[in-house]
């Protein structure tokens, strides 16, 4: 017959509430560091406001572009090395974004949106012709062409 003694037995009970008490201390901590229960949304949201204005450059007039049809119309657009490109996307209702990746621009227009202006500033030194996409409807042949032409 083996002597059970208060101690033997306390012992497991013991480990066994300190391991409960470390680990809520530890669920505790990872949940406080890890936010508020709603997954972070990735940082690739096309919502990057274009280039500030220059002062120095007029307003130039808009280029209309339209974004119906799953297409941009005109296909091409012409914008200059060094100065302010201005933009106004022609909404069909639906979500598109503009984006130019090679300029940093990334614009969404909201679904709903049938007049949205878009400024941003074409870099002198900028030449060639610039890949434009709506990063929704790439893959339906939603892309187009922007000309830099000094
Ligand atoms: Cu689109």
Same mark, same amino acid.
């Given at each position: 017959m083996v002597p059970a003694?208060?101690?033997?037995?306390?012992?497991?009970?013991r480990a066994v509430a300190l391991c409960g008490l470390v $680990?809520?201390?530890? $669920?505790?901590?990872?949940?406080?560091?890890?936010?508020?229960?709603?997954?972070?949304?990735t940082a690739t949201t096309p919502a990057r406001t274009p280039a500030p204005a220059s /002062?120095?450059?007029? /307003?130039? /007039?808009?280029?209309? $572009?339209?974004?119906?049809?799953?297409?941009?119309t005109p296909g091409v657009l012409e914008v200059e090395a060094g100065k302010k490109a201005r933009i106004?996307? $022609?909404?069909?209702g639906l979500a598109h974004t503009? /984006?130019?990746a090679a300029l940093e621009v990334d614009v969404a227009v909201p679904e709903g949106a049938r007049s949205q202006v878009v400024e941003f500033l074409v870099p002198a030194g900028t030449a060639?012709?610039?890949k434009?996409?709506?990063?929704?409807?790439?893959?339906?042949?939603?892309?187009g062409t922007v000309r830099v032409v000094k």
């Open positions: 003694g208060p101690t033997f037995r306390g012992r497991p009970w $680990l809520g201390l530890f $669920l505790s901590a990872a949940c406080g560091q890890g936010g508020y229960g709603a997954p972070r949304p /002062t120095e450059s007029p /307003t130039p /007039t808009a280029v209309r $572009l339209d974004l119906g049809g799953y297409q941009f106004e996307l $022609l909404g069909d503009f /984006t130019i060639g012709e610039l434009l996409v709506c990063s929704f409807h790439e893959l339906a042949g939603m892309v």
